[in-house]
Nanobody
C-alpha cells in the first residue's frame, strides 16, 4: 500500500504564497505521474497540476503562470509552489500518485486545506 502525506496548507491573504508538499511512502520513481488536485465544497475534484516521471508538466489554465509543480526524487516528495494566490484558489488540495505497473492504480492523500482571504 502507498501512503501520501500532504502538508503546507493554511490561511494566507490574497497575493500571498504557499508551498504544498506531498511525501510518498515509496520511491516516486515507481509512479507514472504525480499530481495535485483540489476540491471546493459542492464542487468536483479538479486537476491543478501534474508531473510525469520524465518531468513533463501540465497545469490547469486557472493556475498557469502562478503555480509550479516539482519533484525531488531523492526525498520522494512532490511540491506545489503557489504564488499570487486568489480567493478562488481556496480549496482542499489532494496529492495523487498514478501507478501503471500491473494496472492503472491511483493513490490519494488525505488532503490539506488552503484558504485565501480577500
Amino acid at each position: 500500500q502507498v501512503q501520501l502525506v500532504e502538508s503546507g496548507g493554511g490561511l494566507v491573504q490574497a497575493g500571498g504564497s504557499l508551498r504544498l508538499s506531498c511525501a510518498a511512502s515509496r520511491s516516486i520513481l515507481n509512479f507514472y505521474a504525480m499530481g495535485w488536485y483540489r476540491q471546493a465544497p459542492g464542487e468536483q475534484r479538479e486537476l491543478v497540476a501534474q508531473i510525469s516521471r520524465d518531468g513533463t508538466t501540465n497545469y490547469a489554465d486557472s493556475v498557469k503562470g502562478r503555480f509550479t509543480i516539482s519533484r525531488d526524487n531523492a526525498r520522494d516528495t512532490v511540491y506545489l509552489q503557489m504564488n499570487a494566490l486568489k480567493p478562488e484558489d481556496t480549496s482542499v488540495y489532494f496529492c495523487k500518485a498514478t501507478s501503471v505497473l500491473v494496472r492503472v492504480t491511483d493513490y490519494w492523500g488525505q488532503g490539506t486545506q488552503v484558504t485565501v482571504s480577500s
